[in-house]
């Protein structure tokens, strides 16, 4: 069982409407969770953290936390084609300095 | 804030000679670097952990005579890829955490160094 699971996409949004990236990890004690963005050739660009249950909203991001269920979920709203990348899941199984545990990543596209 | 680089941004180099990445946090101490390899449409590959002051810890199946990690400071990690051969080619991407100004440790990454061995 992969420890951190994302469908790979690709996933095709229109252009202003809402894009939903899911994420589910397997460890419990998780504490620390993650969305980056990567676009294509290269490296990741960290867009939004989360430590605790429910929803955190930053502009267009809102990242979403489910611990009972083992889930995180990130919304972007507005989409634009800029926001075109591969999205990946990444979870701390505390909140210091252990590596992180990443999803393979959902490849997004908007679609003007 | 919380701004890491790496250099060079591509290098290629000749099989059998080695190779030095530089990776820095600019604004922030790094108590922890981490290096990574990536290959085209794969997934990020974590190679190694480095501690400032400390031996780097090594993934299963990576190479620690071949890829020499160095953290020499709290700002300032070194990758040595030696003895190089094409199948290293890759895009290597190192990544740093500390306080960044905030009590959690947030991890960021640097640019990326394409490595191209002929």
């Known amino acids: 069982q992969k420890e951190v699971e994302q469908n790979s996409g690709p996933l095709s949004v229109p252009e202003g409407a809402i894009a939903s990236l899911n994420c589910t990890y397997s460890?419990?004690?998780?504490?620390?969770f993650f969305w980056y963005r990567q676009y294509s050739g290269k490296s990741p660009e960290l867009i939004m953290s989360i430590y605790s249950n429910g929803d955190k909203e930053d502009g267009r991001f809102t990242a979403q936390l489910n611990k009972a269920s083992q889930y995180v979920s990130l919304l972007i709203r507005d989409s634009q084609p800029s926001d075109s990348a591969t999205y990946l899941c990444?979870?701390?199984?505390?909140?210091?300095?252990?590596?992180?545990?990443f999803g393979t990543g959902t490849r997004l596209t908007i679609i003007p | 804030g919380a701004v890491v680089s790496q250099h060079p941004s591509w290098v290629i180099c000749k099989s059998g000679t080695s190779v030095k990445i530089e990776c820095r946090s600019l604004d922030f101490q790094a108590t922890t670097m981490f290096w990574y390899r990536q290959f085209p449409k794969q997934s990020l590959m974590l190679m190694a952990t480095?501690?400032?002051?400390?031996?780097?810890?090594?993934e299963q199946g990576v190479e620690k005579d071949k890829f020499l990690i160095n953290h020499a400071s709290l700002t300032l990690s070194t990758l040595t890829v030696t003895s190089a051969h094409p199948e290293d080619s890759s895009f290597y991407i190192c990544s740093a955490t500390g306080l960044a100004g905030g009590p959690t440790y947030e991890q960021y990454f640097g640019p990326g160094t394409r490595l191209t061995v002929t």
């Open positions: 460890d419990r004690g998780s504490q620390s």
């Open positions: 990444a979870v701390n199984v505390g909140f210091g300095n252990e590596k992180l545990t």
């Open positions: 480095s501690n400032e002051g400390s031996k780097a810890t090594y």
